[in-house]
């Protein structure tokens, strides 16, 4: 199993392969990626996992046609076929960019819950200097997809509160990084100081918490974290709000990858959120 510094080391190490310096938002790039993986490792884990107990159950391995009834249920989400990291991971380089630009529209179409989310970076985006290259380098992509690539980032390697803390070391590393620009405050508030002010709202399990400026979702996430805490179970109602596009999706991906569930869209950029 994997340590969150570790886990956060290795995505930090994404941003020397080439991305910082070709996008200022570049920590969209490499947490849009994260996520991606981690969608399409769990599937499959998910999957294994149906095959096993048809297996242990029946005394045999499951006929085709079973085969593709486990793959296509019982999964958090849909990812169609062609979509899966492994379909982008092997493509031609000079076909990356379009096949993973594919891959996540096509998944964000099959899941309401993902629109605006897993697709809010444009990887098959042209040069904006009229060159006819990608914004985001074919050869780039390719060496951050291989910084992960021989992760597992299932639930049996990364565990959602692991895999969710070191998205949120990621993120402080950016922020400690821009300290001298404008943006850092715009998505991330030291955990000290969401501390104290959890400490002192006290939340409680079955009632509901409000941030209109949720930014990267740390301090609801904090929140839910309390009622864990006091109760012995996360049960608190979460409701974020973020005017800022690609910072609300940040926030969603982060309650993502912390096991929370997603009820809202991306034409109000709001989000309500359940931890259950």
């Given amino acids: 199993m994997l340590s969150k510094q570790q886990l956060g080391n290795l995505l930090w190490g994404m941003a020397d392969t080439g ?3 070709k996008v200022e938002d570049y920590k969209a790039y490499i947490l849009s990626l994260l996520f991606f993986k981690r969608l399409s490792d769990n599937y499959e884990w998910e999957t294994g996992n149906r095959v096993r107990e048809f297996t242990e159950t029946y005394g045999s391995d499951p006929s085709d046609k079973q085969m593709d009834r486990m793959r296509a249920e019982g999964h958090d989400f849909i990812i169609p076929p062609g979509c899966f990291w492994n379909d982008v991971r092997t493509a031609e380089t000079s076909e990356k960019n379009e096949r993973l630009n594919d891959a996540v529209n096509a998944i964000a179409e099959a899941n309401q819950a993902l629109k605006g989310i897993i697709n809010s970076v444009r990887w098959n985006e042209p040069a904006p200097d ?36 070191a998205y949120e070391y990621l993120i402080k590393r950016f922020a400690d990084e821009n300290k001298g620009g404008t943006t850092a405050g715009q998505f991330y508030t030291p955990p000290e100081v969401r501390e104290i002010i959890i400490r002192m709202i006290q939340p409680q399990p079955g009632q509901s918490l409000y941030d209109p400026t949720t930014g990267s979702a740390g301090f609801l996430i904090d929140g839910a974290k309390y009622t864990a805490e006091i109760a012995g179970f996360p049960k608190l109602r979460l409701y974020g709000q973020e005017s800022v596009w690609n910072t609300w999706a940040i926030s969603n991906i982060n309650m993502h990858l912390h096991g929370l569930a997603s009820r809202g869209g991306p034409g109000g950029r709001s989000q309500c959120l359940d931890w259950i």
């Avoid at 290259?133 to 074919?138: C, D, G």
């Avoid at 050869?139 to 959602?160: G, K, R, T």
Wanted: glycine share 10%.
């Fill in 19 to 21: 991305l910082r310096g």
């Fill in 130 to 165: 009229g060159s006819g290259n990608k914004r985001i380098e074919p050869e780039v992509l390719v060496a951050a997809m291989n910084v992960l690539d021989h992760i597992p980032l299932d639930n049996s390697n990364v565990s959602p509160d692991v895999l969710g803390d």
